[in-house]
């Protein structure tokens, strides 16, 4: 069953965001919302951009998830580089339509176990997941959600409520975490108007944001959204996901400048993945430049095993080996938790 995630909608335009600098691949200067307008999904055009063979990129792959990336994130890719680690996340790749009995296409058993209503996650104490958004800019192939039932999650202003009044009703809440999809792909007005809702829930202490938007489309970091971030009754911090310092381009530097300044908390969260970051050299690199631009290193995660991924899996004794060695040459700050999310557990268990 294709469950990609459906065509991204325009919003209420909001123009005066940071500025890209990929024209290079075609991409037009304007909102954020006509950048995403303009995302690939052709494999041939992502080809043709980096030139690149058509041949190395899987059809059937692709008719199970489908390519989609924006047109800064394409910018940051070589050009003519197959091993690009950019290029590695998002391309349609044959190892994809490969079955494995070890994985499946729910391997943290959210929708079962864990779905009061549509769009809550409700399973760790004291926290609560809201999918604000059905929708990313990009799709990663090793997302642990490529398979989610994202039609059974469309949320409006009513499913919001619903949300709200369950929040609400469980003072053990102190946390909301808004995810998706990716939260930010949905439009300022909206998410305005969800956080306002949740800041007047005494309980109700801190926001945090876990969205990859920021990095593959910078623009996406204007002024409405520094206005419902900079909450004067919650808490708020936003998780990016980064798995290759190649990722942080100046203008992602000058978002993170822009939201620190506005007082948002900046963490990121990677992947461990095979062939990309499964290296001491990278994972320090990486760590050192979040730090530069004020996001504080957060959680390395092992690979959740979803159909589809198993060949960006590291195995447990290189991971554990990596991550001594990352402590070996960083001060502790800069190192990153390595950690597994196993289902049924409290928490995120740590590998070490």
């Not at 290029?87 to 349609?92: A, C």
Request: with cysteine.
């Amino acid at each position: 069953m294709n469950t990609t995630l459906p065509p991204i909608k325009l919003v209420s335009p909001e123009d005066d965001g940071l500025k890209g600098d990929s024209s290079q691949y075609g991409l037009s200067q304007g909102s954020w919302q006509q950048e995403l307008q303009q995302l690939i999904r052709c494999p041939s055009e992502l080809a043709e951009l980096l030139n690149i063979s058509l041949d190395e990129l899987c059809p059937k792959a692709n008719e199970q998830f489908e390519l989609r990336v924006t047109r800064h994130f394409a910018g940051l890719m070589q050009k003519a580089d197959l091993q690009d680690p950019l290029l590695l996340q998002v391309m349609p790749a044959l190892a994809e339509t490969l079955e494995h009995s070890a994985y499946s296409k729910e391997p943290l058993e959210e929708s079962e176990q864990f779905n009061p209503l549509p769009g809550v996650i409700h399973k760790y104490k004291g926290r609560l997941l809201l999918m604000a958004s059905n929708q990313c800019a990009i799709n990663c192939r090793y997302c642990f959600r490529r398979h989610f039932p994202y039609q059974d999650h469309h949320l409006g202003r009513k499913q919001w409520l619903d949300a709200i009044n369950y929040i609400a009703q469980d003072s053990s809440l102190s946390e909301v975490i808004l995810s998706g999809g990716d939260p930010l792909s949905q439009g300022d007005k909206q998410l305005s108007w969800l956080t306002e809702k949740l800041s007047q829930i005494p309980h109700i202490k801190r926001l945090r944001v876990h969205s990859r938007l920021p990095v593959v489309l910078p623009q996406r970091v204007c002024s409405e959204l520094l206005g419902w971030m900079n909450s004067k009754h919650l808490q708020t911090s936003l998780v990016l996901h980064i798995n290759h310092p190649q990722e942080i381009s100046p203008q992602l530097k000058q978002a993170c400048l822009t939201l620190k300044d506005a007082g948002v908390r900046l963490y990121n969260q990677s992947v461990l993945l095979k062939g990309i970051n499964d290296d001491v050299d990278i994972l320090a690199s990486l760590s050192e430049a979040l730090y530069e631009c004020y996001i504080q290193p957060y959680y390395l995660h092992q690979l959740d095993k979803v159909q589809g991924a198993a060949h960006f899996q590291v195995d447990d004794r290189h991971a554990q080996a990596l991550y001594h060695q990352l402590r070996a040459e960083l001060p502790g700050y800069l190192v990153p938790l390595l950690t597994q999310e196993i289902p049924g557990q409290p928490a995120k268990t740590p590998i070490i």
